[in-house]
T-cell receptor, first 113, second 114 residues
């Protein structure tokens, strides 16, 4: 098992550019979610999904889109990058109801200039 | 929505002493309370968790206690070692069994002094 795989590990974007952060898991987890981590702010939930075809917004969803066409993949799209989106992004996944342990990917460090 | 307060933001202890980090939460429906350890440049790693029907859980040198009435839970690390130096995050899930992701505290930087 590779666990939760995030690509790329590092990315620099110019303001206004769009891009997709990839997240894939091979553990057949139903639940997946995206977080951003900023200094002194902890991790904040962007979007989450309880299964293929179902997504919902978290605490800080503005400027981001997600889709969940398969159980394995949960990409995060930045529509028009802004400097305020400079952050480290983590994807996480978990089994459903009876097992709450979330496994995190290794993260994507994004800089918007 | 859920609000999680974590204290202290920085904690410095002598090697071998104990460390305690406390979190309070606002949503009485929250039912799962994990703790994550994050080393510099690494991903958060689950170190211990507790569910709402349990008051205390231990795993070797670490333990978590939960007071649902007061809506707070704490991480206890005994006999601290240099490798315990890291940032620790508490988290909670709102009702729904974890489906709607985790709400995190802002973290505690634990420094173990030799």
């Amino acid at each position: 098992n590779a666990g939760v795989t995030q690509t790329p590990k590092f990315q620099v974007l110019k303001t206004g550019q769009s891009m997709t952060l990839q997240c894939a898991q091979d553990m057949n987890h139903e639940y997946m979610s995206w977080y951003r981590q900023d200094p002194g702010m902890g991790l904040r939930l962007i979007h989450y999904s309880v299964g293929a075809g179902i997504t919902d917004q978290g605490e800080v969803p503005n400027g981001y889109n997600v889709s969940r066409s398969t159980t394995e993949d949960f990409p995060l799209r930045l529509l028009s990058a802004a400097p305020s989106q400079t952050s480290v992004y983590f994807c996480a996944s978990s089994y459903s109801y009876n097992s709450y342990g979330y496994t995190f990917g290794s993260g994507t460090r994004l800089t918007v200039v | 929505g859920e609000n999680v307060e974590q204290h202290p933001s920085t904690l410095s202890v002598q090697e071998g002493d104990s460390a305690v980090i406390k979190c309070t939460y606002s949503d009485s429906a929250s039912n799962y309370f994990p703790w994550y350890k994050q080393e510099l440049g690494k991903r958060p790693q689950l170190i211990i968790d507790i569910r709402s029907n349990v008051g205390e859980k231990k795993d070797q040198r670490i333990a978590v206690t939960l007071n649902k009435t007061a809506k707070h839970f704490s991480l206890h690390i005994t006999e601290t070692q240099p490798e315990d130096s890291a940032v620790y995050f508490c988290a909670v899930t709102e009702s729904g069994g974890g489906a709607d992701g985790l709400t995190f505290g802002k973290g505690t930087h634990l420094i173990i002094q030799p």
